[in-house]
């Protein structure tokens, strides 16, 4: 459920309006790539654990392997991630609960921020609980929402096919499918047994890989593609063109309540990760004022950064969760394997198949797609 929850999130809300001018079937394709390196790279990840300590995260690891200096620069590529998600999740988050309720977009945040902050606080087990109830819910409204949204679709929309464009939201799809910060904890609260993590990382990574599938297909064949180009110029979520193509007040409303479910699941997921990040990095202990300083720190900089702009929401998901996404969650566990299995000659319990070659081509893929991502937005 952390794993599920934790993919689960802003991505899906935003995956619809930058793809949409890809179209539903390269979309899949993409969707299909992001999933299989991410649950590739989780698995590297689940290696890397194994050698570390009980308590470990990233930034020992990159400390370990990559020296101070690899070390500072993680410092600075995981913050910008995960306080570029957490915005993310914030913004759109509290669009959501000023949307259900007449609001300011401000006190939405706060509000949400409120209620579900104080999980992260209490730790893994609290959001695992919590997470829980949240994919449960994700799951009625999503059914719901399929059921109510099936009558709507135009297939029409769904004959799209622009093939050079897909690679555009490469990197937030690959991060849609992000977990990784929660691995090291999970790691420890599954008792370091390779078994069991793994197939939270296959289970928990597939379960939002269809629900993505069944989403995207139902937005892009609902929305005309000129409503999802808008909601691109806008940075809004997929919910609002939603609105606007369809007459039906429910599709609205259970898109709304989707979207809660999602957003707050994966906003559990992320800053439990950032917690212990940071209790790694600062060598703060998990006592009662222990974390409370470290919530203070997730927390008090994500609101403030986001009531800046309202267009944030896409915004941080692209270029910092997608960018940032890519580096973090792709590329450096393929580099710390390296060096720990053909330098440190380092052994395991547990080993991702595939030798040199596997991690060759993975570094290769997330590369790749992090170029042609770049490429596009420069033209």
């Given at each position: 459920?952390?794993?599920?929850?934790?993919?689960?999130?802003?991505?899906?809300?935003?995956?619809p309006v930058l793809t949409g001018d890809a179209?539903?079937?390269?979309?899949?394709?993409?969707?299909?790539?992001?999933?299989?390196?991410?649950?590739?790279?989780?698995?590297?990840?689940?290696?890397?654990?194994?050698?570390?300590?009980?308590?470990?995260?990233?930034?020992?690891?990159?400390?370990?392997?990559?020296?101070?200096?690899?070390?500072?620069?993680?410092?600075?590529?995981?913050?910008?991630?995960?306080?570029?998600?957490?915005?993310?999740?914030?913004?759109?988050?509290?669009?959501?609960?000023?949307?259900?309720?007449?609001?300011?977009?401000?006190?939405?945040?706060?509000?949400?921020?409120?209620?579900?902050?104080?999980?992260?606080?209490?730790?893994?087990?609290?959001?695992?609980?919590?997470?829980?109830?949240?994919?449960?819910?994700?799951?009625?409204?999503?059914?719901?929402?399929?059921?109510?949204?099936?009558?709507?679709?135009?297939?029409?929309?769904?004959?799209?096919?622009?093939?050079?464009?897909?690679?555009?939201?490469?990197?937030?799809?690959?991060?849609?499918?992000?977990?990784?910060?929660?691995?090291?904890?999970?790691?420890?609260?599954?008792?370091?047994?390779?078994?069991?993590?793994?197939?939270?990382?296959?289970?928990?990574?597939?379960?939002?890989?269809?629900?993505?599938?069944?989403?995207?297909?139902?937005?892009?064949?609902?929305?005309?593609?000129?409503?999802?180009?808008?909601?691109?110029?806008?940075?809004?979520?997929?919910?609002?063109?939603?609105?606007?193509?369809?007459?039906?007040?429910?599709?609205?409303?259970?898109?709304?309540?989707?979207?809660?479910?999602?957003?707050?699941?994966?906003?559990?997921?992320?800053?439990?990760?950032?917690?212990?990040?940071?209790?790694?990095?600062?060598?703060?202990?998990?006592?009662?004022?222990?974390?409370?300083?470290?919530?203070?720190?997730?927390?008090?900089p994500a609101f403030v950064i986001s009531l800046?702009?309202?267009?944030?929401?896409?915004?941080?998901?692209?270029?910092?969760?997608?960018?940032?996404?890519?580096?973090?969650?792709?590329?450096?566990?393929?580099?710390?394997?390296?060096?720990?299995?053909?330098?440190?000659?380092?052994?395991?319990?547990?080993?991702?198949?595939?030798?040199?070659?596997?991690?060759?081509?993975?570094?290769?893929?997330?590369?790749?797609?992090?170029?042609?991502?770049?490429?596009?937005?420069?033209?």
């Amino acid at each position: 459920m952390i794993v599920a929850g934790t993919c689960i999130g802003a991505g899906a809300l935003g995956l619809p309006v930058l793809t949409g001018d890809a179209g539903f079937f390269p979309s899949l394709l993409l969707y299909l790539a992001c999933w299989l390196t991410m649950a590739c790279t989780g698995l590297l990840y689940l290696e890397i654990c194994l050698w570390m300590g009980p308590e470990a995260n990233i930034l020992s690891m990159a400390g370990r392997f990559l020296g101070a200096v690899g070390k500072g620069v993680i410092w600075f590529v995981y913050l910008y991630l995960f306080y570029s998600l957490t915005v993310a999740y914030v913004v759109g988050s509290g669009g959501v609960v000023s949307g259900l309720m007449p609001m300011p977009h401000w006190l939405g945040i706060l509000i949400f921020m409120l209620l579900f902050s104080p999980f992260v606080y209490f730790g893994p087990r609290a959001v695992d609980r919590a997470n829980g109830l949240l994919v449960g819910g994700l799951g009625i409204a999503y059914a719901a929402f399929i059921a109510v949204g099936l009558t709507h679709v135009n297939p029409l929309f769904l004959e799209r096919l622009e093939w050079s464009k897909m690679w555009l939201a490469a990197p937030v799809v690959l991060t849609s499918f992000g977990y990784q910060g929660t691995l090291p904890t999970l790691v420890d609260y599954l008792r370091r047994n390779p078994s069991s993590v793994r197939k939270a990382i296959w289970i928990g990574t597939s379960l939002p890989l269809i629900g993505y599938v069944i989403w995207e297909w139902l937005i892009l064949g609902i929305v005309p593609p000129e409503g999802l180009q808008k909601a691109l110029q806008l940075g809004q979520t997929a919910i609002i063109p939603l609105k606007e193509a369809v007459a039906s007040r429910w599709v609205f409303v259970i898109g709304q309540f989707f979207a809660f479910f999602a957003l707050t699941s994966s906003y559990l997921g992320v800053t439990l990760g950032m917690r212990d990040f940071l209790a790694d990095g600062f060598k703060v202990k998990k006592t009662i004022s222990g974390r409370l300083f470290l919530c203070l720190l997730i927390f008090v900089p994500a609101f403030v950064i986001s009531l800046t702009d309202p267009r944030l929401f896409l915004l941080a998901l692209k270029y910092g969760g997608g960018v940032g996404g890519v580096l973090l969650l792709g590329i450096l566990p393929v580099m710390l394997v390296w060096i720990g299995r053909y330098r440190h000659q380092l052994e395991s319990v547990y080993r991702m198949k595939g030798g040199r070659l596997s991690l060759i081509l993975l570094a290769c893929v997330v590369l790749g797609m992090l170029a042609l991502s770049v490429v596009g937005d420069f033209k």
